[in-house]
């Protein structure tokens, strides 16, 4: 009798247990499929953020300078942690193993140039024309719904890959015909290694024109206004990397595989041999107008 009561407890025991199992796995099921579901589905996972913007910061984020705001600050906030690699040379000698040109140095008084170009620039010629931009058509409402987070994640990608195509004629054209080179593009290869200020060290015309097809590409391909921010950031950030002088083992071009992705180094061999690498980011339209070149002046770890 006992023993039939000890069976008994212990086969309700393992149903128990198995059950138990069984509502973990099928809640373990349920909380997977709704992070898939607003993943991919219509429940973003960038609506709390967005509702933080739309709500509390309306109108600085409709302002026509926010876009110039945000551009410049964080340009200026990338280029800081190279600038601090540049200045401390080699006391820090962990850091110059991954200079491309371990010989060269920035000085001082390139470092101001490229400083005084980059904010004359957009005093003078960004900022009255995002004030223009606003006269001639006033900010709309923001949308009440925030972008999918795949929907964020393709439309940055389209965007530089749009921008990657325009630039990328431009940038040829510039060098092929020398008078456009000598009166527009001319100012940017005053420095034979970059660093990551020379970055928007520009004439006025390339400016005015790389900040036209940033404005106007997200409206060409409807992206939501939280995905034109982060594709302004996103695209600043790999300028800035593409002329910071190092390649460092977490650089775009190490991350994303196959030699898809240009970085620094490729963009190096550009400004000591202009003839190469005209695309900003990838490397596909070099290689199929055969203007790529994978020689690297890089002494940085391989």
Known sequence: MFRNTAVSDCSIFSQKKTASDLCFRMAFADNSLDIWTNFLGQNSLLQPLWDNLRLNYQDYVRSPLF???????????????????????DR??????????????????????CTGVTLYNHVFLVLPASVAQ??????????????????????????????DF????????????????????????????????????????????VGFWTTLNPVVLKSHLLTTWVFMLVHVYVSVEDHCGYDFPWSTS????????????????????????????????DKIFGTHADFSFCNAMK
């Open 67 to 89: 876009p110039v705001v945000l551009t410049v600050s964080s340009y200026f906030i990338f280029c800081i942690p190279y600038l601090v690699c540049d200045i401390m040379g």
């Open 92 to 113: 820090w000698p962990w850091v110059q193993q991954f200079k491309i040109q371990p010989s060269y140095r920035p000085t001082a008084s390139s470092l101001l140039h």
């Open 134 to 163: 606003w006269l001639w058509r006033p900010p709309a409402d923001l949308p009440d719904q925030a972008p999918r987070l795949i929907e964020l994640i393709v439309g940055v990608i389209g965007n530089l890959l749009l921008f």
């Open 166 to 209: 325009q630039y990328f004629i431009w940038h040829l054209l510039h060098h092929r015909i020398r008078w456009l080179y000598i009166t527009f593009h001319a100012i940017h290869h005053k420095y034979s290694s970059p660093f990551a200020l020379a970055t928007q060290c520009l004439g006025g015309w390339e400016l005015v024109t």
């Open 254 to 285: 190490r991350l994303i595989p196959f030699g898809i992705y240009g970085g620094p180094s490729k963009h190096n061999v550009h400004h000591q041999k202009p003839s190469t690498n005209f695309a900003p980011h990838f490397s596909h339209w």
